[in-house]
């Protein structure tokens, strides 16, 4: 493009130059060439298939010299924080509110959940308030949230249940104290985590989901008969099933059984090597099949930091040098999480010896379909032949869950959104074993980050 013609058409050089990518199709494995300009797709072309699969199961260690794995980009229901950035802090300001969402793109996220746990009224809607304006300032970053997730206060104040809640924070339902949190943020709110185990759970989940909100059993104490209360009422999700749970429960009847009985509820799992055995994962997974796994990092201040000492408003925290987050001093108190998504799909694949063709949905069009959000950033509508299960079989097991929707995520005319990463070993997570050998944990390796056509990463 001549300087001479960049200026008859008024269109400038950056808007008109075009780049090319390749990369292996995560759901198909073909090769393609996509190129893009203004941002968005111009053209996808198909390959020889010629060269190295990457991304169907790990790479070896000393890597693959194939191709890298072409992806949309990833969608986190739950974010709390990262870059020594706590959302639901009374000091939350818009450009902390940035920075989370700016470190949330160099993850390969390109669509969250802010997410507010228990605080006292006025900072949860201050803080509601603040994400709001940043976005009002920052309408190029409005696209990365679908919407606020409340993960409290409605929540127990029982032992384990409550996590690292404040428990003079936790409260029973009152439709007063959402409606002053979604009033500050112009309706923002779509998910709110809940404990059934307070009179009228029923009632105030039927009050959510009648103003457009998707409701979770979290942090509970509640008896199986309440957790069918507020099942049958309309909530649809667990948060981090298994974690926020007392160390021993009745062996019979308890909540945990409770929310992995019920084919009605969707589980949103924390794999990060810490927070869920990989033998946990394996039983839930199975249990609930993909189609009804949600992966989340429920990342904390501390992400992005490196290893060492930190003091918080609350206490002082340490990351190990394998990543994990505990009180410092105490190797063993795993206090919060830190890793990306990413490595939970990564991790998730190992377990289970799945391809990414089989886990990335959980990352993507599992939640987007659960809050009613476009199943890719770059596609507008759900479809309505979009389907996670092979045929359209309801499934329970792993192996029939199949390729991710059939929508075009890599669609021209569309923005240019998709990562270009390698699915590698890494070093972190518990040590275990898994099927007679060493559960090994993944990590993606981005090449490129392309949002919007620009280069994140
Ligand atoms: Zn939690």
């Given at each position: 493009?001549?300087?001479?013609?960049?200026?008859?058409?008024?269109?400038?050089?950056?808007?008109?130059?075009?780049?090319?990518?390749?990369?292996?199709r995560f759901e198909s494995s073909?090769?393609?060439?996509?190129?893009?300009?203004?941002?968005?797709?111009?053209?996808?072309?198909?390959?020889?298939?010629?060269?190295?699969?990457?991304g169907v199961g790990?790479?070896?260690?000393?890597?693959?010299?194939?191709?890298?794995?072409?992806a949309p980009?990833l969608f986190?229901i739950?974010?709390?924080?990262?870059?020594?950035?706590?959302?639901?802090?009374?000091?939350?300001?818009?450009?902390?509110?940035?920075?989370?969402?700016?470190?949330?793109?160099?993850?390969?996220?390109?669509?969250?959940?802010?997410?507010?746990?228990?605080?006292?009224?006025?900072?949860?809607?201050?803080?509601?308030?603040?994400?709001?304006?940043?976005?009002?300032?920052?309408?190029?970053?409005?696209?990365?949230?679908?919407?606020?997730?409340?993960?409290?206060?409605?929540?127990?104040?029982?032992?384990?249940?409550?996590?690292?809640?404040?428990?003079?924070?936790?409260?029973?339902?009152?439709?007063?104290?959402?409606?002053?949190?979604?009033?500050?943020?112009?309706?923002?709110?779509?998910?709110?985590?809940?404990?059934?185990?307070?009179?009228?759970?029923?009632?105030?989940?039927?009050?959510?989901?009648?103003?457009?909100?998707v409701?979770a059993v979290?942090?509970?104490?509640?008896?199986?008969?309440?957790i069918?209360?507020?099942v049958?009422?309309?909530a649809t999700l667990s948060t981090h099933l298994s974690?926020?749970?007392?160390?021993?429960?009745?062996?019979?009847?308890?909540?945990f059984f409770g929310q992995l009985a019920d084919d009605r509820l969707t589980a949103s799992l924390?794999v990060?090597?810490?927070?869920i055995?990989p033998q946990l994962v394996r039983a839930i997974v199975r249990t609930k099949g993909l189609d009804r796994i949600v992966l989340i990092?429920?990342?904390?201040?501390?992400?992005?930091?490196?290893?060492?000492?930190?003091?918080?408003?609350?206490?002082?925290?340490?990351?190990?040098?394998?990543?994990?987050?505990?009180?410092?001093?105490?190797?063993?108190?795993?206090?919060?999480?830190?890793?990306?998504v990413?490595?939970c799909v990564a991790n998730v694949a190992s377990i289970e010896g799945l391809t990414l063709a089989q886990v990335y949905p959980s990352a993507t069009t599992v939640p987007a379909r659960l809050l009613g959000a476009?199943l890719f950033?770059?596609?507008?509508?759900i479809s309505d032949d979009a389907t996670l299960c092979k045929n359209g079989e309801k499934t329970s097991g792993v192996q029939n869950v199949g390729a991710a929707a059939n929508v075009?995520w890599?669609?021209?005319?569309?923005?240019?959104?998709?990562?270009?990463?390698?699915?590698?070993?890494?070093?972190?997570?518990?040590?275990?074993?898994l099927d007679?050998?060493?559960?090994?944990?993944?990590?993606?390796?981005?090449?490129?980050?392309?949002?919007?056509?620009?280069?994140?990463?």
């Amino acid at each position: 493009m001549t300087a001479e013609r960049t200026e008859k058409t008024g269109v400038s050089a950056a808007q008109t130059e075009i780049r090319t990518y390749r990369g292996r199709r995560f759901e198909s494995s073909s090769a393609v060439e996509v190129r893009v300009s203004g941002g968005k797709i111009v053209s996808v072309e198909t390959l020889d298939d010629a060269g190295t699969a990457c991304g169907v199961g790990v790479c070896d260690a000393d890597g693959c010299d194939g191709l890298p794995t072409i992806a949309p980009g990833l969608f986190d229901i739950q974010v709390n924080g990262a870059v020594g950035v706590e959302l639901s802090s009374a000091g939350l300001t818009e450009d902390g509110v940035v920075a989370v969402l700016e470190k949330m793109l160099r993850d390969g996220v390109f669509r969250c959940c802010p997410t507010l746990t228990t605080n006292a009224p006025e900072t949860m809607i201050s803080a509601a308030a603040r994400i709001a304006s940043a976005l009002e300032k920052r309408p190029d970053l409005r696209p990365t949230v679908w919407g606020l997730h409340l993960e409290g206060p409605f929540i127990s104040t029982a032992e384990g249940a409550v996590g690292a809640h404040p428990k003079r924070f936790c409260v029973p339902y009152s439709r007063e104290l959402f409606d002053r949190i979604q009033d500050a943020c112009g309706g923002l709110v779509k998910l709110v985590t809940l404990s059934p185990e307070y009179e009228g759970a029923g009632e105030f989940v039927r009050f959510l989901r009648s103003r457009g909100v998707v409701v979770a059993v979290g942090h509970t104490n509640a008896t199986c008969a309440q957790i069918d209360e507020a099942v049958s009422a309309g909530a649809t999700l667990s948060t981090h099933l298994s974690n926020a749970t007392r160390h021993l429960l009745p062996k019979w009847e308890n909540y945990f059984f409770g929310q992995l009985a019920d084919d009605r509820l969707t589980a949103s799992l924390i794999v990060d090597g810490f927070h869920i055995s990989p033998q946990l994962v394996r039983a839930i997974v199975r249990t609930k099949g993909l189609d009804r796994i949600v992966l989340i990092s429920d990342q904390s201040p501390l992400s992005g930091f490196a290893p060492g000492r930190y003091k918080t408003e609350l206490c002082e925290l340490e990351i190990q040098p394998n990543g994990k987050v505990t009180l410092a001093g105490d190797a063993n108190l795993l206090a919060c999480a830190s890793f990306p998504v990413s490595h939970c799909v990564a991790n998730v694949a190992s377990i289970e010896g799945l391809t990414l063709a089989q886990v990335y949905p959980s990352a993507t069009t599992v939640p987007a379909r659960l809050l009613g959000a476009p199943l890719f950033s770059n596609v507008d509508a759900i479809s309505d032949d979009a389907t996670l299960c092979k045929n359209g079989e309801k499934t329970s097991g792993v192996q029939n869950v199949g390729a991710a929707a059939n929508v075009d995520w890599l669609e021209v005319g569309a923005d240019a959104d998709f990562l270009l990463f390698r699915l590698v070993p890494a070093t972190f997570g518990p040590l275990g074993v898994l099927d007679g050998a060493s559960f090994r944990t993944g990590r993606f390796d981005f090449e490129r980050i392309v949002w919007r056509g620009r280069e994140i990463v």
